[in-house]
């Protein structure tokens, strides 16, 4: 018996979808018949996204959206719902980093990170939440979809990224208790904690001589692309995930493994 996963009549709200895995989320989704909404602070860079989704078949909106100011989420999000539909599907992506050593971390840079990373992700959840959970009450037949993006970086420290890995640590625990409080409402919270994955934020970087060295000390000596989560998107997405719940998903290629 074959399962064939299907996402027409979906409403998904991509955090983060102005470029890197972000983008990828938001066309993946697409090609699997969601509707699409498009969330960034780079309207440009959405539009253009949105314009591909529609050249290939697809359907996407665009709201702008700074997850480190609060009125601008709730305000992203009832536009959104507005635009497109009830959200069923919410994939919380954005995110920022810095490299330096812990003993060079400003309080701006601090702030910079945590309020992207833990605070902005959880504002998020909480106000989409909040209208998954009235409407599950209205119709508890209602299944909703949270997929937090984490990294491998929240499960173990990496150099010279340490707020980072602290702030994605907290993703992975926000996870785990928003999946306890909110899944009787048919709510599933589940994450994803991807390792190297070269986008165009950082391909050049893999480039360079220190990237080649840190791609020599991977267990398989590569790194990933965005198309190497498409299918961990769609099965925590989808309505047939119904008992993964609070589960946190590595894709490393077996880096925290080593």
Known sequence: MGVEVNFEGKIALVTGASSGLGARFAKVLAQAGAQVVLASRRIDRLKELRAEIESEGGAAHVVSLDVTDYASIKAAIAHAETEAGPIDILINNS??????????????????????????????????????????????????????IASVAGLRVLPQIGIYCMSKAAIIHMTKAMAVEWGRFGINVNAICPGYISTEINEEYFRTEQGRKLIDMLPRRRVGTPEDLDGLLLLLAAEESRFLNGTIVTADDGLSAQ
């Open 95 to 148: 995110g920022v980093s810095t490299t330096q050593k812990l003993i060079d971390v400003t309080p701006d840079d601090y702030a910079y990170v945590m309020d992207t990373n833990q605070r902005g992700a959880f504002f998020v959840a909480q106000e989409a939440a909040k209208r998954m959970i009235a409407r599950h009450k209205g119709d508890p037949r209602k299944q909703h979809r949270i997929v937090n």
